[in-house]
């Protein structure tokens, strides 16, 4: 038998509708053990219920657990544990039923057998924590209902097949599993399961050898000691560490597991005021000690002990950082709130505009500022003020020195720049002591992982920079790198920002620092000249190499060592990965380059074993895992139902613009393509999509861009041009390559140049709005959330930061590079609301009042424009709902649209009624003008 040709296969699928969203899968949460003989990941769908997939390595064992999530491996790597969700029907429903927060459906744990395959499910489990780094036990809290436990033994490759089983629960020691604040402290082989009541806050130690617990009064038993206690695993046994009532807060354990610190005010809870001391415990201590109070040495005066400060304890447990803050005076009860008025006044010497101060407002209340405690000389030291809010300390929090930095006295540019300008400084973590090392500084500072040396990147000399503390030297450290290390391509009328810092070598030795494709190492003494360590690989093969971090607790990196690069083609758009290593003769070699999407690259903490993901814009992206990255084992085959279905191809396709610059696009075509056929185009651009080649589309109802897999099955070609911008002409920059690039298309028998239409979003919806007042070419237009008026926007606010919008302008993405007042010509110019008289093309505008980006009277000053002209015209405002589309009603009734809207214009099909007559308020909520006009 001879095979069909695929044209022949192809034309035999069915096009992709609205009904397939909900079901369409894509990876979520992966992990692989620490001796890497076992991954799991999740396989998501877009809504109802996902699965938690856990494989074997080593052979073909396989166990399923149906809505399970946030799954962990024990540390031995004996046993997997995971939340189950309720079945999403009947979440759904109780929505419905508007049950209440205690009446919904509750998540239950599975606890696998990873050697024999038994499960046990625990029901109505609120969370469940297991220790990082050691112990065999595990710890869950309960809902106050009856436990329905139940074990049993898989068949091979399904951990659970029902929720229906005989029920099996190892009896706890030391009360019922069933009542409120029910905390099971158990074994994973089950030897024993330990039941504390009253349990309000609990977590392990980082060793797994005790269980720090905030333990309070229960109506079964109001007598029980509460209060703060320490768990102790070996013992089976409380130790209460501090007595009382009290509001404790901000817990933390040192790295060994022994120092505990927190925050408690024994305050009442309805009290107008709160003030906290902190609270230090270590073994030999019979109870916690109070070593920080408002009334310490020291303190700053009117601050206090903060509840909101993060405790952290330095890796070596000498130091533990803090947070204070001004003490707030309490609440004036004698406020009667109708009486008073609301106004917000703007003064223009504020550090910030009043919208950013309101969107802040909770953090603000919250800020905190470090101190650090020592526990062995019982030293107290405030690092960070009100004059240096700003300290950065080294990874392990070892170091004598940190980072302290502020913008204080430089806020108000943030208006017109978006940025702010810095000083930096050295802060003795010892004495407290601060040394200026550089003022007006337009990026940020970093510190080395030693604390040895402070860098930072001078946007105006273009050139890293190295303090050395011990010397207080600074020393600029690339001027002898040849190649430039800032962003190349920069087209924004910014000055271009630095490619970066890749890594450090161990005890600060070296510092790894990018240029556009190679990596330098660079001595910061600026003793040594800098070595390119990838030998000019990346630069003369125009591949991006980048160091890729696989142990997220690696301070340093050693030349000793194998590193994992990862790599990107500029001109195939290939991607994967090379080592590199400095005693090899060869010492950069590559592992694979090839014409995939690679991401999430994972390593195996104790094993060489590797784990990542896979795809093109034909495969989903699929997990892989193997010793070898070039020979690995593909474990996940998500989507068969795309083989049903008629999906694409994405190829690169260049075309030289109007002003004689080449450029790069993505063409996707139907896999039924046919080169004797015509077909309808839709473009879709933002500024440069080509990089994206090999990414995986999937169809699902979008933000509000364009469903490319959708409208690719359904008998489009779509286009997605690459463009680059000219300071003070985004607009006519947009036209250059966008329409030079549809006209180069239309030279191709099988594009249909009559049926050509755009669709853009934020920016690129401000390119389409720009378009149709400068080109007839296209038959429909869709624009979301538009800047229509350059004048109005660049005085407006971005409300989801509060940030006034002028920097956009002046220095952004919206490329005029200059104000108002400087270059008013430049503002009219690009802006479409001047131009609307030229328009002919039918045009949808998104605008949503909840959109915090682009204010939404933009969308309304283009509409109102055009409906003043006559021209057809349509808005879309989704009640309350943002910039780019959150709610997933709104995205797939926007898709349907779009659908109908393109269809009938650029194909020929049936008019409906939104498009036709629109819908009244009236009829709001009760018809949608879905259907065909009739």
Known sequence: MVAAPMSILAQSKKPLDHSVYDGWQNIGQQKISTDGHWILYNIDVQEGDDQLVIKSTKDQTTYLVDRGYNGNFSFNNQYMVCSVKPHFKDLRQAKIDKKKPNEMPHDSLVVLNLASGIVERIADVKSYAVAEEGGDVFAYQRHPQKDTTHKKKTTGNEAEKSDAAAPYFAPPRGGKDNDEGSLIIRKFDQKFADTLEGVSHYEFNRPGSSLLIVKEKTKKDSLSAVGLAIWMVDKRDTKFISYGDGMYKQFNFDKRGEQVAFVVSRDSSKALQHFYELKYYQPKLDSAETVVTNASPGIPRGWGVSENGRISFSDDGSKLFFGTAPIRPPKDTSIVDFEVAKVDIWHYQDDYLQPMQLKNLDRELKRTYTAVYYPASNKYLQLSDGDLENIRLTQDKNATYALGFTDKGNRIRMQWTGSTLKKLYAVNTETGAKTLIVDNLDSYGEISPSGKYITWYDQNTKQWNAYEIASQTTRVITKEIPQPLYDVENDVPDAPRAYGIACWSEDDQSVFIYDQYDIWQVDPKAGKAPFMITGGYGRSHKTRLRYERLDPEQYFVSTKDTWYLEAFN???????????????????????????????????????????????????????????????????????????????????????????????????????????????????????????????????????????????????????????????????????YIVSGAESLT??????????????????????????????????????????????????????????????????????????????????????????????????????DGDGAVPWYQGIEMFTGLRRLGKPTWLLNYNNDEHNLMMRQNRKDIQRREQQFFDYYLKGGPNVEWIKYGVPATEKGIDWGWDTVK
């Open 747 to 848: 030279k191709l028998p099988y594009i249909d140049g009559k049926n050509m239409g755009i669709q853009g979003q934020s920016w690129g919806g401000y390119q389409v709005a720009y378009l149709i007042t400068r080109t007839n070419l296209f038959k429909a237009a869709w624009s979301g959330a538009p800047v229509a008026n350059m004048t109005s926007a660049y005085g407006g606010i971005r409300w989801g930061s509060g940030m006034n919008r002028q920097f956009q302008y002046e220095l952004g993405q919206s490329r005029i590079g200059a104000t108002l007042w400087e270059d008013q010509e430049a503002y009219i110019a690009n802006s479409p609301l001047f131009h609307l008289p030229n328009v002919e093309t039918p045009v949808v505008i998104m605008a949503n």
């Open 570 to 736: 500029d001109t195939s758009k290939y991607s994967g990965y090379f080592t590199y290593n400095a005693r090899r003769k060869k010492a950069l070699q590559e592992v694979i380059m090839a014409p995939f999407a690679y991401r999430s690259l994972r390593k195996a903490k104790n094993a060489s074993y590797f784990t990542f993901t896979k795809s093109t814009y034909e495969m989903s992206p699929n997990v892989f895992g193997g010793k070898d990255i070039a020979d690995a084992t593909q474990y996940s085959q998500i989507n068969p139902q795309q083989a049903n279905y008629n999906w694409g191809t994405a190829e690169l396709y260049t075309w030289t613009t109007f002003k004689g610059h080449k450029s790069t696009g993505i063409l996707y075509k139907p896999e039924d393509f046919n080169p004797g056929k015509k077909y309808p185009v839709l473009l879709y651009f933002y500024e440069k999509l080509s990089d994206g080649l090999y990414n995986y589309q999937a169809p699902a109802p979008t933000p509000s861009r364009l469903n490319i897999s959708f409208f690719v099955s359904r008998g489009y070609i779509v286009f997605a041009p690459d463009i680059t911008y000219e300071k003070g002409q985004p607009g006519e920059s947009a036209y250059d």
